[in-house]
C-alpha cells in the first residue's frame, strides 16, 4: 500500500512551524561582540616611557616580556593597605599586552591593585574589568610572582 504526499498546505505549515521554533532558541538579549580589544592601561611610570616591542624572533617569556627594570622595581615594591576584593583563578593572558595588569570580573572600572600568589609573592598591577570568570594575568605579572607559565594558579587580589 502506498502512502499518499502530504498536502502542500501541510507541508507549508509544518516548515513554518519548525522556522519559528529555531528562531525561538536564539538569543536576541545579546549585544554585538565587535568590541576593539582594549590595551591594558600602564601605570603612571611606564607611560612616560616609549613602548618597547618584542622582535619578531621572540619565542621565550624573557624575550616577549619588554618591561624595563623600572617598571618590575614599581611593581614588586611593597604595597600597604587597600581592600582584599576576593580571590581568581588565573591563565596568562596576551604577551602582547605589556606591563603589569590583570583582566577581573572582581572590578566594573580600571583601578590600581594587587595580587599575592601561594607562595607569598604579590606584584601590584592595573585591574581591568573583565566580563568572564577567573581573570587573565599578564606575563610581567606571572614572571614576577615566579608562577609557571602553564598553570592555573589563585590569586588573591586587592586594591591599592
Do not use: K, Y
Not at 536564539?26 to 616611557?49: I, N, S
Not at 624572533?57 to 624573557?62: P, V
Amino acid at each position: 500500500m502506498t502512502q499518499a504526499a502530504p498536502h502542500p498546505r501541510l507541508r507549508f505549515g509544518l516548515s513554518l512551524a519548525a522556522a519559528f521554533a529555531l528562531a525561538a532558541c536564539a538569543d536576541t538579549t545579546a549585544t554585538p561582540t565587535a568590541a576593539v580589544p582594549q590595551a591594558a592601561p600602564q601605570p603612571a611610570a611606564a607611560a612616560a616611557a616609549p613602548v618597547r616591542r618584542p622582535g619578531a624572533a621572540a619565542q621565550s617569556a624573557a624575550q616577549l616580556d619588554t618591561t624595563t627594570a623600572e617598571q618590575r622595581a614599581a611593581a614588586a615594591a611593597p604595597a600597604a593597605g587597600g581592600q582584599e576584593l576576593g580571590r581568581a583563578v588565573v591563565s596568562l593572558g596576551s604577551p602582547a599586552e605589556q606591563g603589569f595588569w590583570l583582566r577581573t570580573p572582581l572590578v566594573s572600572q580600571p583601578t590600581p591593585g594587587r595580587v599575592v600568589a601561594a607562595n607569598g609573592a604579590s606584584a601590584n598591577v592595573d585591574l581591568i574589568p573583565a566580563s568572564d570568570t577567573g581573570g587573565r594575568m599578564s606575563l610581567a605579572a606571572f614572571q614576577l610572582l615566579n608562577l609557571p607559565l602553564t598553570s592555573l594558579p589563585e590569586v588573591r587580589v586587592f586594591t591599592r
